[in-house]
């Protein structure tokens, strides 16, 4: 492949960047929320109930991150980590209406919307599900491919669908301590 051609390559992979930088902003002015350094990436993504939203600082939102934050908030503490194609939905379906179709069926129970809350310091792998009324705490690894249907305590690592524990981050329980210690700026960094 000569040059002139591969130049041409990277600018068309280039364009859909600059896009989303430009309108970006747009995006976050819309957001409930919207810390430092957050890294948005909208024409490639899919965000509803962007007024619900709230993003801390130093996270990137990836391509291809669908987040629908229905009547109940999401939000998404300082310096997460997502791997690629993430997917946050805080509602549900009402189904439980015989003779109506569920796409009909507008006026939803308080249990069918629950808020999200990804804290601090969190990674989720690529392809991670999370489901309406979670908490995942401070410092927890999701891995790729997993369903998030309950709470995570802190610094713990989880996987599966749907996911459950699979070991701690830190093998001593000093170790979490710091690192909690850390995340709410009561020591600084070594």
């Not at 902003?25 to 490639?44: D, E, F, T, W």
């Not at 791997?83 to 805080?90: A, K, V, Y």
């Not at 369903?147 to 093998?171: H, M, Q, Y």
């Amino acid at each position: 492949m000569n040059r002139a051609a591969l130049y041409l390559i990277r600018i068309g992979k280039a364009f859909p960047f600059i896009l989303d930088m430009i309108i970006s902003p747009l995006y976050r002015a819309s957001m409930l929320h919207c810390g430092k350094h957050v890294r948005l990436r909208p024409l490639s993504s899919d965000y509803k109930g962007l007024t619900n939203l709230s993003v801390g600082d130093g996270t990137t939102l990836p391509r291809q991150t669908v987040i629908y934050c229905t009547d109940a908030p999401v939000s998404i503490g300082k310096n997460v980590i997502f791997g690629p194609r993430p997917t946050i939905i805080s509602g549900d379906h009402r189904f439980d209406l015989p003779c109506h179709y569920i796409s009909d069926c507008l006026v939803k129970k308080p249990q069918n919307d629950l808020p999200i809350v990804i804290e601090d310091d969190v990674w989720l792998g690529a392809n991670v599900t999370v489901l309406k009324g979670v908490t995942i705490g401070k410092g927890s690894i999701i891995a790729a491919g997993s369903i998030v249907t309950k709470d995570i305590p802190p610094c713990e690592v989880w996987g599966g669908v749907p996911a459950r524990k699979l070991k701690n981050r830190f093998s001593a329980d000093a170790d979490k301590d710091l690192h909690i210690a850390f995340l709410t700026e009561k020591v600084s960094s070594i």
